[in-house]
């Protein structure tokens, strides 16, 4: 079955730092890229960052770039979103997503984790 | 960055009713266009890719289209099931989602 599990979140203070994990499993992890999507209390969802399966490339929304980071451990099919100088605003349930492509290279998120909740307060 | 506009916000239909959900993209994104749906303490789950191509295992009532810019997702039937948030996403340059729909049983 395939499956992401994410882990980490938690209570920190403003200007802390969290680092997000997502355990993989049932796909061959390295062939994909895979992307941190949040949802802050309420709202709708956000894009975050993207990583390709190489772990060659990286893309940050405006809203965490330099503060974000985005990694992955393909030996242990593990995705990572280090988190630093968190500010009130990053509160929110953080899902990690597997990236799914068709033939004509269009791409969506076909399997979803079930999001681990950061919140940022004092 | 491209903008994704999402209408409505909410709508109330009986069940059978035809639903219409409609996503406009700022700039041209092909068929770059993913709906998701997001039903009350869940993750999203991807109904339809690349604008009109139904995710596997999806029920057939729902259905996207593309015109331009401009998208629509249909729910031929709506069943209590369907109670949800809808979400259309670009992924034609990085991902943008929009605002998010929400279905209710009237």
């Known amino acids: 079955e395939v499956q992401l599990l994410e882990s980490g979140g938690g209570l920190v203070q403003p200007g802390g730092s969290l680092r997000l994990s997502c355990a993989a499993s049932g796909f061959t992890f390295s062939n994909y890229a895979m992307t941190w999507v949040r949802q802050a209390p309420g709202k709708g969802l956000e894009w975050v960052s993207t990583l390709t399966g190489s772990g060659g490339s990286t893309y940050y929304a405006d809203s965490v770039k330099g503060r974000f980071t985005i990694s992955r451990d393909n030996a242990m099919n593990t995705l990572y979103l280090q988190m630093n100088s968190l500010r009130a605003e990053d509160t929110a349930l953080y899902y990690c997503?597997?990236?799914?492509?068709?033939?004509?290279?269009?791409?969506?998120?076909?399997?979803w984790g079930q999001g681990t909740v950061v919140t940022v307060s004092s | 960055d491209i903008q994704m506009t999402q209408s409505p916000s909410s709508l109330s239909a009986s069940v059978g009713d035809r639903v219409t959900i409609t996503c406009r993209a700022s700039?041209?994104?092909?068929?770059?266009l993913n709906w998701y749906q997001q039903k009350p303490g869940k993750a999203p789950k991807l109904l339809i890719y690349a604008a009109s191509s139904l995710q596997s295992g999806v029920p057939s009532r729902f259905t996207g289209s593309a015109s331009g810019t401009d998208f629509t997702f249909i729910i031929s039937s709506l069943q209590p099931e369907d109670v949800a948030t809808y979400y259309c996403?670009?992924?034609?340059?990085?991902?943008?989602f929009g605002q998010g729909t929400k279905v209710e049983i009237k």
């Open positions: 700039q041209s994104i092909n068929s770059y």
């Open positions: 996403q670009q992924s034609y340059s990085t991902w943008t």
């Open positions: 997503a597997k990236s799914f492509y068709d033939t004509s290279g269009a791409e969506a998120f076909d399997i």
